[in-house]
């Protein structure tokens, strides 16, 4: 671990540290599959869905990065290559051959309820380290993306 500006004990901070690592490979991967979906997506809802999507993406990119320098602010390091993303996340993997719209989002919906779990157990671990910075910045990344598998799921209804 490298100093830190942070008061936290080194303890919380390397366990935190790990956990915003786990939260950047669901994060980094998540965004990949929203790319590969903004990109492949057809049918007759591709005007509506096609610039959605990289809404989320953008989002998701800026979140990545909070949270990536949150995990050096504390004196550790962001694990964020392909091949370390592909071995950490969590998240299933998107299927090669999706194609129709409402295929894509009921494959996103999917997938950012799964990311939204990990990301909720998280903080729920930083709020028992004692870390309100981090449970802040993990707020604000459930209230953004419970609001875009709103999006998603409202398209399904
Ligand atoms: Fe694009």
Redesign the pocket.
């Known amino acids: 671990m490298f100093k830190s500006p942070s008061p936290l004990h080194e303890d919380a901070r390397m366990k935190i540290v790990e956990l915003l690592n786990d939260r950047l490979a669901d994060g980094l991967d998540l965004h990949s599959q929203i790319?590969v979906a903004?990109?492949n997506v057809k049918g007759p809802q591709f005007a509506a869905l096609?610039p959605l999507f990289?809404s989320f993406a953008v989002a998701l990119a800026a979140f990545n990065d909070e949270i990536a320098e949150r995990a050096v602010t504390l004196g550790g390091r962001a694990h964020g290559t392909a091949r370390q993303v592909a071995k950490a996340s969590g998240l299933p993997e998107y299927p090669a051959d999706a194609t129709r719209d409402l295929e894509h989002v009921r494959l996103l919906a999917e997938r950012f309820e799964k990311y939204l779990e990990g990301v909720r157990a998280s903080r729920a671990m930083a709020e028992k380290l004692g870390d309100p910075d981090g449970v802040d910045l993990l707020t604000r990344v459930v209230a953004e993306f419970d609001k875009n598998a709103w999006f998603l799921r409202a398209s399904l209804e």
Do not use: A, L, P, T
């Open positions: 790319k903004h990109w096609h990289e």
